[in-house]
Nanobody
């Protein structure tokens, strides 16, 4: 089992920045790809970004490319999401997830472990 705890969410004005963190504990040796997803009220959970175990490969949703950056520190078992130039449409609960497989996948069903989520609200 892998436990995930997100932090760093909050309220920010449009154009501002936030940095989300996700700390993993437990059987982190089984962690492969790590990803961020988000879910706004009334919407399905959607992919935001993913990073391979080595950190050498990343993938982003088109809606966040050029604004968000995913990174990870395996020594700290932590993945980050730097969010810049935030827009009101980025408002959602953001979830961290771990895929036990060592491939970069962008659909929620591929991920085995999930955090509890952190709220990000962007005001206009």
């Amino acid at each position: 089992q892998v436990q995930l705890v997100e932090s760093g969410g909050g309220l920010v004005q449009a154009g501002g920045s936030l940095r989300l963190s996700c700390a993993a504990s437990g059987r982190t040796s089984s962690s492969g790809t790590m990803g961020w997803f988000r879910q706004a009220p009334g919407n399905e959970r959607e992919f935001v970004a993913a990073i391979s175990r080595s950190g050498s490969s990343t993938s982003y949703a088109d809606s966040v490319k050029g604004r968000f950056t995913i990174s990870r520190d395996n020594a700290k078992n932590t993945v980050y999401l730097q969010m810049n130039s935030l827009k009101p449409e980025d408002t959602a609960v953001y979830y961290c997830a771990v895929d036990r497989q060592f491939v970069l996948r962008t659909y929620a069903g591929a991920y085995d472990y999930w955090g509890q989520g952190t709220q990000v609200t962007v005001s206009s």
